[in-house]
């Protein structure tokens, strides 16, 4: 392998961090999917609405970072559900946007106990200095992926 960059994914920031990530998303998604039939797509898709209503769905695909054909097809499978509506634009008529329904906002509040259960389940194995340091390496990781990603 002379003369070849070695790849030690071990040790590798991205992906330990999405190794990391999808751990987490699992443990709680088993929840939401046993109770609810949701998908982390659907999940992830839910909890960005519940935040902020009246987004597109591209709005919602860049919010997420997820993929747009993932989040279509998770916007489809929940307004067949009755879990969100879709709207016009109240400063323009022509665009198309989504809140979460009535049924939606049921779920929403039976799911996000349950998900800051678990981050304050996991955090409480972080003292209160690395609590702040991680968010601090977080935010700092997050600004420099979107300096680097605007390049």
Not at 9 to 19: A, N
Not at 89 to 102: F, G, I, M, Q, T
Not at 114 to 129: P, V
Request: glycine share 4%; net charge positive.
């Amino acid at each position: 392998m002379s003369g070849r960059a070695l790849l030690e994914l071990e040790t590798f920031l991205p992906y330990r961090l999405s190794v990391l990530s999808n751990t987490l998303s699992q443990a709680i998604a088993r929840v939401y999917e046993k109770r609810f039939g949701l998908s982390i797509t659907e999940w992830r898709t839910m909890a960005v609405l519940g935040h902020r209503a009246d987004l597109s769905g591209r709005e919602v695909a860049e919010r997420t970072a997820m993929d747009k054909v993932a989040v279509s097809r998770a916007l489809a499978r929940l307004l067949e559900k009755g879990l969100i509506e879709r709207g016009t634009a109240a400063n323009d008529k022509r665009r198309s946007v989504l809140r979460l329904s009535e049924k939606g906002w049921e779920i929403y509040d039976q799911v996000a106990p349950l998900a800051l259960e678990h981050e304050q389940r996991l955090l409480s194995h972080l003292s209160t200095d690395e609590r702040e340091w991680l968010a601090r390496i977080l935010d700092t990781l997050w600004n420099a992926e979107l300096v680097e990603s605007r390049r």
